[in-house]
């Protein structure tokens, strides 16, 4: 399978509760990132993994953490939700890091309440 | 500190006309740049990168180190070309994280 797929595409949670978002990377892309897309901002940078270790973090609280599976996928996790995450959340996978270029995911919509 | 500026947040131009959507960075060293693209309803994607000196859809994009921006250009704007604009920024031994701007919203006119 080609491309990267998010999952959920909606969600909304409560405040406090902990959420879980997935991505399956394009197959042979051992580099995968995670960003939050506020309406009307740019991406910001939460992590990178590669080879399943975390080798990036930008300026995101420890309350999110990430895990990247020899298969390709992905998860995002955010415990202890605040109002204030509420934001497109968008995978992006690569071959060798952001100098080869990123393909996307669709992204998933969290909501909290 | 990196930092990647897009000083317009909208930009309108008729079917025809030039466009030019400015980015400028914040960096000291060598850094590579990108153009991403987010067209309706669909996933961000590549235009393109400074390294490979490619054009894309009629797009251009020039690095200029003295003046720190990489201004993404077309000669001649198509409606089809009406999309979200993010430029982007990767600072080797930075993790190759991305630093991206705020963005800009191309809207070409009939």
């Known amino acids: 399978e080609t491309g990267v797929t998010q999952s959920p595409t909606h969600l909304i949670k409560t405040r406090g509760q902990q959420v879980t978002l997935r991505c399956s990377s394009q197959?042979?892309?051992?580099?995968v990132s995670w960003y939050q897309q506020a309406l009307g901002q740019g991406p910001q940078f939460i992590f990178q993994?590669?080879?399943?270790?975390?080798?990036g973090r930008g300026n995101f609280p420890p309350r999110f953490s990430g895990l990247q599976f020899p298969n390709y996928s992905s998860e995002l996790n955010v415990n202890a939700l605040e109002l204030d995450d509420s934001a497109l959340y968008l995978c992006?996978?690569?071959?060798?890091?952001?100098?080869?270029?990123?393909?996307f995911g669709s992204g998933t919509r969290l909501t909290v309440v | 500190a990196q930092r990647v500026t897009q000083p317009e947040k909208l930009l309108s131009v008729f079917k025809g006309a030039p466009v030019e959507l400015k980015c400028n960075y914040s960096?000291?060293?060598?850094?590579?740049l990108f153009w991403y693209v987010q067209y309706s309803r669909q996933r961000l994607q590549l235009l393109l990168r400074?390294?490979?000196?490619?054009s894309i859809k009629g797009f251009t994009a020039d690095l200029n180190k003295g003046e720190t921006s990489f201004h993404l250009k077309k000669p001649f704007a198509q409606e089809e070309d009406s999309a979200m604009y993010y430029c982007?920024?990767?600072?080797?031994?930075?993790?190759?994280?991305?630093?991206w701007g705020l963005g800009t919203s191309l809207a070409v006119n009939p």
């Open positions: 982007a920024l990767s600072a080797p031994g930075n993790n190759r994280k991305l630093i």
């Open positions: 960096y000291s060293g060598s850094p590579e």
């Open positions: 400074h390294i490979s000196r490619e």
């Open positions: 992006a996978s690569s071959s060798g890091g952001a100098n080869y270029g990123y393909t």
């Open positions: 197959s042979g892309h051992n580099t």
């Open positions: 993994y590669y080879r399943e270790e975390e080798n």
